[in-house]
């Protein structure tokens, strides 16, 4: 493992890193390029021609594909080689993650297979159950989902009804209840299925294989988009589940489901860019055929806007995705000598950076969802007919605000996990948001960031983080405990500190790249006009919670220093998006 400083969850509020110390996706070595290609390739070949079909809610044709990419090895990325896996590392995890996540519906039924259906058993497993199990999902001999909404349990997840309970010869837990819109239900073998067990307060986690008798699946939801993947509802009843498939230990069903939520979480922040690239690549090359008023309409202003916007937000996005993926990678490292099972380590490494999986959810799926919806704007009339590739990934897009914890339940994740590991002590954020408080005056008397590039850039981010404390402090001393209650100041709170996260990783993976690759001005112009937005809308949001906790006499001086925290130099953003927009017209594809 290199010597590199790596930051804990959350602690970015307070500390920086510099941009030799962060990983960029440049840097991806030969190997996993062509894991990549591989990835690529099955799309390709076996995938879009495909997807009609599958989209006809044919099921089988789903599993029969998912069984596909099990052949190439593609479900056993994330699986060590003792249970048939490849045993890649986490930054591989989420090239695989972010490639096949071009794949539509397909992306999802892998990614559920993959994810939450496989390594709930792969990291809290006991040697028996990966060997009963894992073994078969990391190939695709058995297909896997992952069962814990309930009809009256969503975004409250342990509040499920569903129930075990020991058998009179103590060999089976009887399971009773019902699950809905579990992914895959259609033709998964195994269910990691989470119920209460008696009147416990939390719930377990059970391993249920589909073939034992009174497990009844519904029929497929009928649904906005991700139509080829199966979505229904699971019914047990009287289900004789073995003792030995009992999950983890009694009550750790709600700790193991929550674990592998930031799994998803971060998984999701990967995936999402595979599926921007493919709607941006839609959108340049349709933009370069098309023409309007005798000229292509890729030649307007109102088309280069656009599409340079899509290429900044993906740009950034994914430098925070494989920024967070290498640091959760050393960690895993580090726990895997410490503690010796590599599943555990590898769950553990995953639940501690919980602030930037919730901020890698959030902010990912909105840059879907925005750079979905303008490829449909660009492709006018025809974005709107159901033969193009971008009406479908606009409805696709969709759900990802939704599954994996919604993005209102995880915009309260990223402050409050951060605030809570604060509190642990894991980083002084407290103390370093009071003197910031106590000295607004020096703040709106202090000077413009200035400097070369870099820094100037380094000290604007240094300045949202500090607009940030100055929010916490403020909120935290107005409400003290009943700041949970007061969602939209957390809201406000969350926002500022996706911006700052995303930019800040920007901006250190085009300082890299400088210093790897040399000079490269459309990178700059991406930092700047990011930074310069997201300068905006911090200062907004910033605004929103101040007045929100204090009078208005009260806020006048905080908001002098939000203005001072939040102003950056001028940038000429008509100029560097024509700029970006203008390598992107001329590659005719996402190539950056
Ligand atoms: C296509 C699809 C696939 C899915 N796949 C799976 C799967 O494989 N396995 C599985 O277990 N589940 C799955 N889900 C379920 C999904 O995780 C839930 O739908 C999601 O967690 C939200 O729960 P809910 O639908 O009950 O919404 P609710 O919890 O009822 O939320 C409704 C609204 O209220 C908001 N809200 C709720 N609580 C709060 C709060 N405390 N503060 C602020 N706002 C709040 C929500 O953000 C949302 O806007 C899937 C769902 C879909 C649609």
Same mark, same amino acid.
């Given at each position: 493992?290199?010597?590199?400083?790596?930051?804990?969850?959350?602690?970015?509020?307070?500390? &920086?890193?510099?941009?030799?110390?962060? !990983?960029?996706?440049?840097?991806?070595?030969?190997?996993?390029?062509?894991?990549?290609?591989?990835?690529?390739?099955?799309? &390709?070949?076996?995938?879009?021609?495909?997807?009609?079909?599958?989209?006809?809610?044919?099921?089988?044709?789903?599993?029969?594909?998912?069984?596909?990419?099990?052949?190439?090895?593609?479900?056993?990325?994330?699986?060590?080689?003792?249970?048939?896996?490849?045993?890649?590392?986490?930054?591989?995890?989420?090239?695989?993650?972010?490639?096949?996540?071009?794949? +539509?519906?397909?992306?999802?039924?892998?990614?559920?297979?993959?994810?939450?259906?496989?390594?709930?058993?792969?990291?809290?497993?006991?040697?028996?159950?990966?060997?009963?199990?894992?073994?078969?999902?990391?190939?695709?001999?058995?297909?896997?989902?992952?069962?814990?909404?309930?009809?009256? $349990?969503?975004?409250?997840?342990?509040?499920?009804?569903?129930?075990?309970?020991?058998?009179?010869?103590?060999?089976?837990?009887?399971?009773?209840?019902? =699950?809905?819109?579990?992914?895959? $239900?259609?033709?998964?073998?195994?269910?990691?299925?989470?119920?209460?067990?008696?009147?416990? *307060?939390?719930?377990?986690?059970?391993?249920?294989?589909?073939?034992?008798?009174?497990?009844?699946?519904?029929?497929?939801?009928? =649904?906005?988009?991700?139509?080829?993947?199966?979505?229904?509802?699971?019914?047990?009843?009287?289900?004789?589940?073995?003792?030995?498939?009992?999950?983890?230990?009694?009550?750790?069903?709600?700790?193991?489901?929550?674990?592998?939520?930031?799994?998803?979480?971060?998984?999701?922040?990967?995936?999402?860019?595979?599926?921007?690239?493919?709607?941006?690549?839609?959108?340049?090359?349709?933009?370069?055929?098309?023409? /309007?008023?005798?000229?292509?309409?890729?030649? !307007?202003?109102?088309? =280069? /806007?656009?599409?340079?916007? /899509?290429?900044?937000?993906?740009?950034?996005?994914?430098?925070?995705?494989?920024?967070?993926?290498?640091?959760?990678?050393?960690?895993?490292?580090?726990?895997?000598?410490?503690?010796?099972?590599?599943?555990?380590?590898?769950?553990?490494?995953?639940?501690?950076?919980?602030?930037?999986?919730?901020?890698?959810?959030?902010?990912?799926?909105?840059?879907?969802? +925005?750079?979905?919806?303008?490829?449909?704007?660009?492709?006018?009339?025809?974005?709107?007919?159901?033969?193009?590739?971008?009406?479908?990934?606009?409805?696709?897009? *969709?759900?990802?605000?939704?599954?994996?914890?919604?993005?209102?339940?995880?915009?309260?994740?990223?402050?409050?996990?951060?605030?809570?590991?604060?509190?642990?002590?894991?980083?002084?954020?407290?103390?370093?948001?009071?003197?910031?408080?106590?000295?607004?005056?020096?703040?709106?008397?202090?000077?413009?960031?200035?400097?070369?590039?870099?820094?100037?850039?380094?000290?604007?981010?240094?300045?949202?983080?500090?607009?940030?404390?100055?929010?916490?402090?403020?909120?935290?001393?107005?409400?003290?405990?009943?700041?949970?209650? /007061?969602?939209?100041?957390?809201?406000?709170? $969350?926002?500022?500190?996706?911006?700052?996260?995303?930019?800040?990783?920007?901006?250190?993976?085009?300082?890299?790249?400088?210093?790897?690759?040399?000079?490269?001005?459309?990178?700059?112009?991406?930092?700047?006009?990011?930074?310069?937005?997201?300068?905006?809308?911090?200062?907004?949001?910033?605004?929103?919670?101040?007045?929100?906790?204090?009078?208005?006499?009260?806020?006048?001086?905080?908001?002098?220093?939000?203005?001072?925290?939040?102003?950056?130099?001028?940038?000429?953003?008509?100029?560097?998006?024509?700029?970006?927009?203008?390598?992107?017209?001329?590659?005719?594809?996402?190539?950056?």
């Amino acid at each position: 493992m290199e010597n590199r400083k790596v930051l804990k969850s959350g602690e970015f509020l307070v500390s &920086e890193v510099e941009s030799k110390d962060v !990983f960029i996706p440049e840097e991806f070595n030969e190997e996993q390029s062509m894991i990549a290609q591989t990835c690529r390739d099955f799309l &390709e070949a076996e995938v879009y021609p495909n997807l009609e079909k599958v989209e006809k809610s044919d099921r089988e044709l789903m599993k029969t594909l998912l069984k596909k990419s099990g052949d190439l090895g593609l479900m056993g990325i994330s699986i060590p080689e003792e249970y048939m896996g490849f045993g890649q590392s986490f930054v591989t995890q989420m090239l695989v993650a972010e490639t096949t996540g071009a794949g +539509y519906s397909f992306s999802v039924a892998y990614m559920a297979h993959c994810g939450i259906g496989t390594l709930p058993i792969m990291y809290y497993g006991n040697e028996d159950q990966r060997q009963r199990y894992v073994t078969k999902l990391a190939t695709g001999e058995f297909i896997g989902a992952y069962c814990l909404t309930e009809p009256g $349990a969503g975004s409250d997840a342990n509040s499920g009804k569903t129930n075990a309970k020991l058998s009179d010869d103590g060999k089976h837990y009887i399971l009773n209840g019902q =699950k809905m819109w579990i992914t895959n $239900a259609g033709f998964a073998d195994t269910l990691v299925v989470f119920a209460k067990i008696d009147n416990d *307060r939390v719930l377990s986690a059970f391993i249920v294989e589909t073939k034992y008798p009174g497990v009844v699946i519904g029929p497929d939801e009928h =649904k906005m988009g991700i139509k080829g993947s199966s979505t229904a509802q699971i019914y047990f009843n009287d289900v004789k589940v073995p003792v030995e498939n009992l999950l983890g230990k009694r009550g750790e069903g709600f700790r193991i489901a929550l674990s592998i939520l930031h799994m998803g979480r971060i998984k999701l922040g990967g995936n999402v860019l595979g599926a921007a690239k493919k709607a941006i690549t839609d959108s340049v090359k349709y933009a370069n055929e098309r023409k /309007q008023f005798g000229v292509l309409i890729s030649s !307007f202003g109102s088309i =280069k /806007q656009k599409l340079a916007e /899509q290429v900044i937000r993906l740009f950034a996005a994914e430098s925070a995705v494989y920024r967070v993926s290498k640091d959760i990678d050393d960690l895993m490292d580090k726990l895997k000598v410490d503690c010796g099972d590599k599943g555990r380590a590898s769950i553990e490494a995953i639940s501690h950076y919980a602030v930037e999986a919730a901020i890698l959810k959030v902010m990912g799926s909105e840059m879907l969802d +925005y750079v979905a919806d303008e490829a449909v704007q660009i492709h006018g009339g025809m974005g709107y007919s159901a033969e193009m590739f971008v009406e479908r990934g606009y409805r696709d897009s *969709r759900i990802n605000r939704i599954f994996e914890g919604t993005n209102e339940i995880n915009r309260l994740l990223v402050v409050d996990t951060a605030m809570k590991r604060a509190m642990k002590g894991e980083f002084d954020l407290f103390g370093e948001a009071e003197k910031l408080y106590n000295n607004l005056d020096s703040i709106i008397s202090g000077k413009a960031p200035e400097g070369p590039y870099f820094t100037q850039k380094h000290e604007y981010i240094k300045n949202f983080k500090k607009a940030i404390l100055i929010c916490m402090h403020g909120a935290t001393k107005k409400f003290e405990k009943d700041l949970v209650n /007061q969602q939209e100041v957390l809201n406000n709170i $969350a926002d500022m500190m996706i911006d700052t996260y995303t930019a800040e990783s920007l901006v250190l993976r085009v300082e890299k790249l400088e210093a790897l690759k040399g000079n490269s001005p459309i990178y700059r112009d991406m930092a700047d006009v990011l930074v310069f937005d997201a300068a905006d809308r911090i200062r907004k949001a910033a605004c929103d919670a101040i007045y929100s906790f204090a009078a208005p006499e009260e806020a006048t001086k905080p908001v002098k220093a939000i203005e001072k925290l939040s102003a950056t130099a001028g940038v000429n953003v008509k100029e560097a998006r024509r700029r970006i927009a203008g390598k992107l017209i001329e590659d005719n594809q996402y190539k950056f």
